[in-house]
């Protein structure tokens, strides 16, 4: 099984990509979430020149952030910097949509931004729409040693829904997932091992990837420790960050979702009604989405809800855990880092051991 991080991108996550690199793990994904974190094609080129053998990925990109001529582009570009160590992943967008008051993309547009991406990957003239206008585009100089369209790229989709997990299979993508209860990321792998199946795919071609936050608990130590609140905390606070886009905006909460019934989901909605603005409450909703627990939301997070939403438990736990979604299908483990606490990496590294 295969252990990679992701990381809110930081100008210098190089370093602790390169650290990972040294410790075995064998995937690097960057978030693509602009109003948040720093630019993730930045980041990544930093850490192309800094490492040797970890993959690097967008994780992940929404197409209606960047369009397509300019994302074929950065991709191309540290494909010259990593030969064939570049993964393309894309979404219909959360965090990086939500951070600014928007809902996901069509999955129909999703599509047609990877055909361009990979169409101009290939070399071929592609159309593509622009300010009302559709245009024909190509790379111009690929003969010269700018960027690289030569190695492979691989294509990976966050990919939560039906028609999502559809479509992954329809393009035989690699596959990304955000677990949480390890029940739960059964059933996603299982949905999607059946689309892929129903694709004519081979099962041992896909590439599952569970992505999760959490923290390796020492003896004695409860879920909601300063320590876990900092690296698992912010998991749990996505729950209540979806429930207040919810009740505010109408967006919706997603399928993996905990009961908007509980107290604490219903005590931040009511919080988050007196965000300022008033006409944009997603601000201060958003505000450290995944990297931090905001000091107003923390009396929510109970360690119930950081257990029920993230890898909080002993290494002993945590290893039956993996070992469940490995047993499921998943091939990847990735845990995600959170800014301040990237000495977790020792920690993960001691589990990614225990599995070769």
């Known amino acids: 099984m295969d252990f990679g991080i992701a990381l ?10 390169q650290r990972a690199e040294e410790l075995g793990f064998t995937h690097a994904w960057f978030y693509d979430t602009q109003m948040l974190s720093a630019d993730c094609f930045v980041a990544m080129g930093a850490a192309a020149v800094k490492t040797t053998r970890i993959r690097l990925g967008t994780g992940v990109l929404v197409p209606s952030n960047r369009i397509a001529p300019v994302t074929a582009n950065a991709l191309a570009t540290l494909n010259q910097l990593a030969p064939g160590r570049i993964d393309f992943g894309v979404g219909t967008g959360f965090t990086a949509r939500r951070a600014m008051g928007f809902g996901a993309i069509k999955v129909k547009d999703m599509e047609a931004h990877i055909h ?3 169409g101009l990957l290939r070399g071929e003239i592609v159309d593509f729409e622009m300010e009302g206008e559709t245009k024909k585009i190509r790379f111009l100089n690929p003969e010269l040693p700018l960027f690289n369209t030569r190695d492979p790229i691989a294509l990976h ?27 739960n990321g059964i059933r996603e792998v299982e949905a999607m091992r059946d689309a892929w199946s129903k694709a004519g795919h081979a099962m ?22 300063d320590r876990a609140m900092a690296q698992a ?35 931040y909605i009511e919080l988050a009604r007196n965000f300022e603005p008033k006409d944009a409450p997603y601000i201060a909703n958003h505000r450290g989405h995944l990297m931090f627990v905001k ?38 483990f990735t845990i995600q880092l959170v800014p301040g606490h990237e000495e977790a990496l020792a920690d993960w590294a001691r589990i990614r051991k225990a599995f070769g």
């Open 8 to 17: 809110p991108t930081a100008a210098d996550s190089w370093k602790v990509v």
């Open 116 to 118: 361009q991406v990979y």
């Open 157 to 183: 989709l966050s990919a939560f829904g039906p028609r999502t997990r559809a479509l992954t299979a329809k393009l035989k993508a690699g596959w990304i997932d955000f677990v949480g209860k390890v029940e």
């Open 204 to 225: 041992g071609d896909l590439q599952a990837t569970a992505f999760a936050l959490g923290c390796v608990l020492k003896d004695g130590e409860p879920a909601d420790s």
């Open 233 to 267: 905390g912010p998991r749990a606070a996505v729950m209540l960050h979806r429930a207040a886009d919810e009740a505010l905006a109408g967006l919706a909460p997603g399928v993996t979702m905990v009961a908007k019934t509980r107290p604490e989901i219903q005590g």
């Open 295 to 332: 000091p107003e939301e923390k009396r929510f997070i109970t360690a119930d809800l950081i257990r029920e939403t993230s890898f909080a438990a002993s290494e002993v736990e945590i290893k039956q855990r993996i070992e469940a979604l490995r047993g499921a299908g998943y091939t990847q």
